[in-house]
């Protein structure tokens, strides 16, 4: 066993035991209440016969049973794959043998989603498993931090998504991150709106049993309600991406937050110069993130202060972490000259599941090759030009043309697809495919919409496709997408 912790919740309910921790739909959950639930479920669990060293999927949304479950899982030490619930039953189906899932746990509204899984292993509803009569609760004293705790898959640029490991020490080193660039503060309150199947929303809740800190959990996204839970609740800490923060720049109008809110975190990108001088206005601090998945949540932030002076920038490398910009040899390169975002720090990813080869590649001598290009200015604040290359970012999801090509192009009647993401004024992108259609084949936009929604979730779906005679690719067949940019804006076809 290498570096330990005590048990984080464990030891959060014997410190401040009757502090609130969670509050969802008018019911406030003390740290104990938190914990003793957390337990129970643990004991319906180990009476299951699931335990350390036993991976479990869920299939959750917003809700606070979710968030105890997750807590029971962590403490059991069992491995837990969170699925994100917009994916279909074929997506969902892939990631779970991949992961080699023991078992699926699922909240009653997804139970025809569960119970179209393709796979044959144990599943059991929220309702169900609060049923089971529970054993003895066998809960770790301890966690090791370099044991994995969790389990998120994020789409590849090319083939099927990988699922990215993340310890207990990478969950711990991103909280220590967050609050050694934020602060903590005695009333800090957190709401989470961002779902807790993404990682944005997974590391709200270890922020909150390692800090002490109360989280209100909304369901679902109301811009209406989170003014009034900021003002009725006293938030003082909100993460969103910036179709979020538009929404509720737009219903605020005129008015302003109270000032015992402190910080919006925005992740997603970059926000636009307006959408920054409103918040200026309104006395609004942005702290604008870079980080993903394989960075268990933000890696590097802009402060306020130099949201209009470094417009477009995503700050610096928090404390523990290191942003190095590097050739395609690997060499570091000035500033200023762009290059390969690499970052190396603790709350990095040990690697991708059962890709070793991956693994080796992305992961060397520590540094983690993002795939993102970029460039440090003169003063060290990191400037994101092109994410992972081909990435759509669309409402904070993030969407790779690979993976809608790759079903475009399994139907019979289309020789050739390409993806690309257009500007959306209320998603910030979304996908649009060029087909080239096989000689003889008639009308097929209707057929090619009809097999997504079969195979991909909705907010992968096409919203354009337009038929091409060809796709530009250069003497490596590769895909040009940068030409499809510019047939868009040229209006072509």
């Not at 990682?199 to 709200?204: C, F, P």
């Not at 003002?231 to 937050?257: A, D, F, P, Q, Y």
């Not at 268990?296 to 190095?324: C, D, H, M, V, W």
């Not at 993806?419 to 057929?447: N, R, S, T, Y």
Request: glycine share 8%.
């Amino acid at each position: 066993m290498g570096e330990s912790m005590p048990n984080w919740l464990k030891k959060r309910s014997e410190l401040t035991p009757d502090r609130e921790a969670l509050i969802f739909e008018g019911h406030t959950y003390s740290f104990k209440e938190v914990f003793e639930k957390a337990k129970d479920i643990t004991g319906k669990l180990n009476a299951l016969g699931f335990a350390t060293d036993s991976t479990a999927a869920v299939l959750f949304s917003n809700q606070a049973d979710s968030a105890i479950i997750l807590y029971a899982l962590q403490m059991a030490g069992v491995r837990t794959v969170i699925l994100n619930n917009r994916l279909t039953a074929e997506e969902l189906s892939w990631q779970l043998n991949d992961s080699s899932a023991d078992l699926l746990i699922y909240e009653e509204g997804f139970r025809t989603k569960a119970a179209s899984i393709n796979i044959h292993f144990h599943s059991i509803s929220i309702e169900e498993l609060q049923k089971v009569e529970s054993a003895d609760p066998v809960i770790l004293e301890e966690f090791d931090m370099q044991d994995v705790t969790t389990i998120m898959y994020t789409s590849g640029t090319t083939g099927n998504p990988k699922g990215v490991m993340q310890t207990y020490g990478n969950h711990w080193w991103s909280a220590t991150a967050s609050a050694l660039n934020l602060g903590l503060h005695e009333q800090d309150k957190w709401l989470c709106t961002v779902p807790i199947f993404h990682i944005s929303g997974y590391s709200i809740l270890m922020r909150s049993q390692i800090y002490g800190m109360p989280v209100v959990l909304h369901n679902t996204f109301n811009e209406r309600k989170v003014i009034e839970d900021i003002r009725s609740e006293r938030i003082t800490v909100m993460s969103v991406v910036s179709t979020m923060l538009r929404r509720i720049l737009n219903e605020l109008g005129g008015e302003k937050l109270p000032d015992s809110f402190r910080c919006m975190l925005l992740g997603g990108g970059p926000a636009p110069l307006p959408m920054l001088e409103n918040c200026l206005e309104k006395q609004i601090p942005v702290f604008q993130t870079y980080g993903m998945t394989e960075t268990s949540s933000q890696f590097a932030t802009l402060s306020p202060e130099y949201s209009i002076e470094r417009l477009g920038s995503a700050g610096k490398a928090l404390f523990p972490n290191q942003i190095k910009i590097v050739d395609e040899d690997g060499n570091e390169v000035p500033s200023r000259a762009e290059g390969e975002i690499i970052v190396k720090g603790p709350n990095v990813t040990i690697g991708y599941l059962n890709r070793e080869d991956e693994t080796a590649d992305k992961i060397r001598d520590h540094w983690l090759h993002t795939g993102d290009i970029g460039y440090l200015d003169n003063d060290g604040f990191l400037y994101v030009l092109d994410r992972r290359s081909d990435l759509i970012i669309s409402g904070g999801e993030n969407i790779y043309p690979a993976e809608i090509e790759g079903v475009l192009l399994s139907h019979q009647g289309v020789a050739d697809a390409g993806v690309i993401g257009a500007e959306d004024e209320q998603w910030g992108q979304v996908p649009v495919a060029f087909i080239v259609k096989k000689v003889g084949v008639e009308d097929l936009e209707e057929e090619l919409l009809e097999l997504c929604l079969q195979k991909l979730a909705k907010y992968k779906l096409p919203k354009k496709i337009l038929i091409v005679d060809s796709l530009p690719r250069n003497a490596a067949k590769k895909l040009l997408r940068r030409k499809l940019r510019e047939w868009l804006e040229l209006g072509r076809p």
